[in-house]
């Protein structure tokens, strides 16, 4: 049966469930989950191990190669992606997985297993883990500060503890982290002198403390009736008590109490990271949201929270929030919609311009029909809103009107043919379903094959051609059932009303464009050699503008955040780094342009951004995440922050980064140099670094192998032998002496306080505080200064020894300056850097944007080869007909100047989106020529010759062409206006080129059908 036909029939059921479905489809719109960006799976992880009093290049020989050795084990592991990078005392070690690992979760189970084993049978005793970090990949939804001026830490810990309570009362709330703690400790000190004076040694105080303040089983009585259980009561209360702790007995016979030897003070731990919101002390809470809930409605019941929490804090605590993913997709998707909505006036004002009223109306109608349909679709096969499924809906807005445009002129064409209304009705879709069927699915088969694409772009990119196809067969659904039913209710006659012939004829747009088509197809038809040539021209010429437009492989993410990033020489105290940091807080901290801002010191903010890499903390590392009031002043503050830090550190390297799109990156340039001699490897660098540091573009250059670094170490005398001394046992009471060590625990109810013993500050300042330690002999029993013991011989190490698939790598890394692109940079340095004469078994190769523009443009050009074969079969099965599919395949290469011409046009980079434009292109072009080949043969079939076949198939066609190649063009304009760096190169190729192309297939294809196909081949068809 017909179901045009019966669609018609059937109109009150046909009704019904097209209005049932658009309901469906705006509850849709309003109740799916929303998200900034596609959900990406993280298949990155940290393998972290500590090796306390080892340098670099041991902790190198030890522990980072046998870890290796495991790990490359796995054939799950991408090698070639994971890098390790060693320094002083550990080793962190970047994982990546490959795109075949559906479940990393899985596979970081199995590999903590497997690296216990390692732990036991192939690592140092002195080895502390290794750990594996799987949370690497969490991003978080809201990071909220608790900010108090006059606060404390334990004050700011019990407010974060309250916040967390209420927040874990929220169904779709995931994790909740806490960051920027900072412990409590009870800090015993004293000083060698005193401790000998007394005749006291650390390990005989350690002793005592950890004796005294323990608990263990002290048993029970037994009576005839009952058991009483027996407690010990020697746990410390206060600092009190362990001040009045006995230690020891003098010769004399005297008691030596803790007091009398030592400082005890309630203190907090020597930080290893601070945390500041607007300049204030500061805790973090992170808070993550379960899969599959709306992000906007999540941040609503979060921000009902905090305001609730608020209310019980004092006046003088604040809570900010940092990052407030809910409301930037509100924001981001409210923007998106707007546009998407703009685009829907656009096509439909375009329609009504060029088509009579009662003719646009219908097509017009059919919009907002198909819009919900997909809508409802995209729903149901569980794709979120977020800015990639929604510009391709805003791409595809233009081709969704296109059926219907088709189907309405062609029921129009039938009534002026004399044809009865219901007829034309059914037959207005049922004669071009072949046709539009085929069209629809050549622009399917182009986006479809993007779904191919692996890793992170991949998985980015992922929902657009899903959309795209789910769109334009919703459209064609649509065009089919609802198209012919309107034309018959609202349509009662033809173009060329005979009735009023007598009446002057009011000559329209469409009239006089047809008229001028006309006159141009027969010039063209005449000059048919002529023709063809300037056709072939604009291919050539399409090449030489391709060099002449930049190419930037992602943009910047359009965000109101960016962040200043500062390394300070390896080694560097917290407190300096904080110091320096704290010169370009300054220039943040009353700018009206701030919102607000949160530093980070000796570590990193948590992962916010799905393409934001977190440092591992280090005390010579620190952060400023910046909110600004919106996208725009993002980047003028950025550039002018960047300018103002540039010299405003020496010591230190300061870096304004942006958020960036795509794949992570350290440095947009990267040279990396491969070998095993590392101070080969640094020669070679320095060489590389001259190179950058000349060119012109090139800004922040530096080597991830970082600063060497100052060490002492400690060599013992044979006198140490002789005294008992060993390695372990001096190295013990040194870092008990300087570094402080916990020897053991206080509880205050559920807080543990630890008792911590060190010298007093001013015995552990130089080198010479480090000869004049006293250390008991195991031997002996007396104190001896370490300079009798041993010798402190200064020594220089190497700052970080980075590996890449398992071999030393240094990397040279460089930015570039405003207006100068990555790859321009790249084009000048390489043939300097190929002049470099590199030993054997050296090698340089190129990381950074160039790596990742590589890889994922070697897999976008499998995709347009996959389209192309997959268009020109399904041509092939069309028209069965090898010189007819060969025909319309010419159209593809014809659109390349259009599609140049839109970059040049809009100023737009050619990067990713505007790769997968040219790949959309390639199916949206075919329609035109499918369209005018196919009425050709319909013609044929009605007796008319070859030539006049293709002429009158052209002017016939003209109406249904120029409004389909406009209504696409007009759809994607909005998205050209916004000047969004991402979407915006993708749709000036499709509007230009779908014009161009248009223009192409109107003037060209009916020439090259004259030429290419002769009357034995339709015989033979026949």
């Not at 907002?368 to 979120?384: K, R």
């Amino acid at each position: 049966m017909n179901f045009v036909k019966a669609s018609l029939k059937y109109k009150q059921v046909t009704l019904s469930v097209l209005l049932l479905v658009f309901a469906i489809g705006v509850n849709s719109l309003l109740n799916m989950p929303r998200r900034e960006d596609p959900k990406i799976t993280v298949r990155l992880g940290l393998v972290m191990a500590y090796y306390p009093g080892a340098n670099s290049a041991q902790v190198e020989d030890q522990v980072t190669k046998k870890l290796e050795q495991y790990l490359f084990q796995f054939e799950e592991v991408r090698k070639d992606k994971t890098y390790s990078t060693t320094q002083d005392g550990m080793v962190v070690i970047n994982v990546e997985l490959g795109e075949k690992v559906k479940n990393p979760d899985i596979f970081w189970s199995k590999l903590r297993h497997e690296l216990m084993l390692a732990k036991n049978l192939d690592l140092p005793a002195g080895v502390r883990g290794p750990i594996v970090n799987s949370d690497f990949g969490d991003t978080e939804a809201l990071v909220i500060g608790i900010e108090g001026k006059n606060a404390d830490y334990a004050q700011l810990k019990e407010y974060t503890q309250k916040l967390e309570d209420h927040l874990r009362t929220i169904k779709s709330v995931s994790k909740i982290k806490r960051v920027g703690e900072q412990k409590e400790q009870i800090t015993i000190t004293s000083n060698s002198e005193k401790l000998s004076q007394y005749g006291v040694s650390l390990q005989r105080v350690v002793q005592v403390l950890q004796s005294q303040n323990s608990i263990g089983p002290t048993g029970e009585i037994k009576t005839k009736n009952s058991k009483t259980p027996l407690y010990t009561s020697g746990y410390y209360n206060t600092e009190n008590e362990i001040a009045s702790q006995i230690v020891d007995a003098s010769k004399s016979g005297a008691i030596v109490r803790l007091g009398d030897v030592a400082s005890i003070n309630r203190t907090y731990a020597e930080p290893k990271s601070k945390i500041s919101v607007n300049g204030n002390n500061a805790m973090i809470l992170t808070v993550q949201m379960q899969e599959g809930n709306n992000i906007v409605k999540f941040g609503e019941e979060v921000q009902q929270k905090i305001s609730e929490v608020s209310q019980l804090l004092p006046g003088d605590v604040k809570l900010t929030t940092v990052v407030n993913q809910p409301k930037l997709v509100d924001e981001n998707i409210s923007h998106f919609i707007k546009e998407f909505f703009l685009a829907i006036i656009s096509v439909v004002i375009v329609v009504i311009l060029l088509l009579p009223m009662r003719i646009a109306a219908v097509a017009a109608m059919a919009i907002p029909m198909t819009v919900a349909v997909t809508f409802a679709l995209l729903h149901a096969f569980g794709i979120e809103l977020h800015q990639v499924s929604l510009a391709a809906l805003i791409v595809v807005l233009g081709m969704v009107v296109d059926d219907a445009i088709v189907i309405a002129d062609n029921y129009v064409e039938l009534l002026d043919e004399g044809v009865d209304r219901w007829t034309a009705a059914w037959r207005s879709a049922t004669d071009l379903v072949i046709p539009v069927l085929a069209a629809t699915v050549t622009i399917i088969a182009s986006f479809m094959p993007m779904v191919i694409l692996t890793g992170s772009v991949g998985e980015f990119i992922h929902a657009l051609p899903i959309t795209v196809a789910i769109a334009l067969a919703a459209s064609f659904i649509v065009a089919m059932i609802l198209t012919p039913l309107l034309c018959y209710t609202f349509i009662k006659k033809g173009l060329h009303d005979h009735s009023d012939e007598e009446k002057k004829k009011k000559t329209s747009l469409l009239d006089l464009m047809q008229n001028g088509y006309n006159n141009l197809l027969d010039w063209c038809v005449k000059h048919s050699k002529l023709t063809i040539g300037i056709s072939i021209l604009t291919i050539a010429l399409a090449g030489l503008m391709y060099t002449q437009v930049k190419q930037k492989f992602f943009p910047a993410a359009e965000r109101n955040q960016f962040v200043v990033e500062l390394w300070m020489p390896t080694g560097t105290r917290l407190e300096k780094t904080e110091q320096a940091i704290q010169k370009v807080e300054q220039l943040v901290k009353n700018d009206k342009r701030v919102t607000s801002y949160a530093t980070f010191i000796g570590t990193s903010a948590p992962r916010f951004y799905y393409n934001f890499s977190p440092e591992v903390p280090v005390s010579n590392y620190a952060q400023i995440l910046i909110n600004t009031t919106d996208e725009k002043t993002t980047e003028s503050f950025a550039e002018e922050l960047s300018e103002k830090t540039g010299n405003l550190i020496p010591e230190g390297t300061p870096q304004v980064k942006l958020m960036q799109q795509g794949s992570p990156l350290k440095a947009e340039v990267e040279v990396r140099i491969i070998g095993e001699n590392i101070d080969k490897l640094k020669q070679l660098s320095t060489q590389v670094q001259n190179i950058l540091k000349k060119a012109h573009g090139s800004t922040l250059v530096r080597n991830d192998f970082k600063e060497d670094y100052y060490g002492i170490s400690i060599q013992l005398k044979d006198e140490a032998n002789r005294l008992g001394f060993t390695t372990e046992s001096i190295s013990k009471m040194v870092y008990t002496g300087f570094s402080g060590a916990p020897v053991s625990t206080m509880y205050e109810g559920n807080n543990p306080v630890d008792l911590v013993l060190r010298l007093d500050e001013k015995n552990r300042q130089t080198s010479d505080d480090l000869e004049n330690i006293y250390l008991a002999s195991p031997a002996t029993g007396a104190s001896v200064p370490l300079r009798q013991i041993a010798d402190l011989v200064p020594e220089w190490q190497t700052g970080k020894i980075v590996h890449r698939n398992g071999v030393r790598t240094l990397t040279v890394q460089s930015e570039t300056k405003d207006g100068v692109l990555p790859a321009e940079l790249l084009k000048e340095i390489q043939p300097e850097v190929a002049k470099i004469q590199l030993p054997a078994g050296y090698r340089i190769e190129y990381g950074g944007e160039y790596a990742n523009k590589k890889e994922t443009f070697s897999q976008m050009i499998t995709v347009l080869v996959i389209s192309l074969v997959l268009i020109f079969f399904i041509l092939l099965f069309q028209f069965r007909n090898l010189k007819e599919a060969t025909l319309v395949m010419f159209t593809i290469p014809l659109s390349l100047f259009g599609a140049i011409l839109g970059l040049l046009i809009t100023h737009n980079n050619f990067g990713f989106t505007a790769f997968v434009g040219l790949v959309s292109l390639s199916g949206i072009v075919v329609r035109n020529a499918i369209i005018l080949i196919d009425y050709t043969n319909e013609l044929l079939h009605k007796g008319m010759d070859i030539p006049t076949a293709a002429v009158e198939a052209g002017k016939r066609r003209l109406r249904p062409i120029f409004l389909t190649a406009m209504a696409a063009a007009i759809g994607v304009l909005p998205m050209i206006i916004s000047g969004s760096p991402m979407w915006s190169p993708l749709a000036s190729v499709l509007a230009v080129g779908v014009i161009w192309s248009m223009v192409m297939a109107l003037l060209t294809v009916p020439v090259l059908y004259i030429a290419i196909v002769k009357p034995k081949d339709k015989l033979q068809h026949n």
